[in-house]
């Protein structure tokens, strides 16, 4: 049974930081394209970044030069490093494993704001 737990969500300020975390479990963790998502009320999810088994890596062109996406296989965790954070980043940020099917995490709330 897949399981993915998000952590690292809270309350910044504009120009601040956060490190997301998603530990993974149920999976073949190296061998897994990861990614985070994030959705706003009333909006679809969106990709916000994503990465390979070997550390190739896309991001949305809204968080490139500001947000990292890294792995971890011996922890089976992905990080997503948040900098420079603005209001617009505010959203449930969801982490996924690309499988068969899409599998998800509960989602971990980020606000930006003063």
């Known amino acids: 049974q897949v399981h993915l737990v998000e952590s690292g969500g809270g309350l910044v300020q504009p120009g601040g930081s956060l490190r997301l975390s998603c530990a993974a479990s149920?999976?073949?963790?190296?061998?897994?394209?990861m990614g985070w998502y994030r959705q706003v009320p009333g909006k679809q999810r969106e990709l916000v970044a994503r990465?390979?088994?070997?550390?190739?890596?896309n991001y949305a062109d809204s968080v490139k030069g500001r947000f990292t996406i890294s792995r971890d296989n011996a922890k089976n965790t992905v990080y997503l490093q948040m900098n420079s954070l603005k209001p617009e980043d505010t959203a449930v940020y969801y982490c996924?494993?690309?499988?068969?099917?899409?599998?998800w995490g509960q989602g971990t709330q980020v606000t930006v704001s003063s």
């Open positions: 990465i390979t088994g070997i550390g190739n890596t």
């Open positions: 149920g999976i073949i963790f190296r061998a897994t394209t």
């Open positions: 996924n494993a690309r499988l068969l099917t899409d599998e």
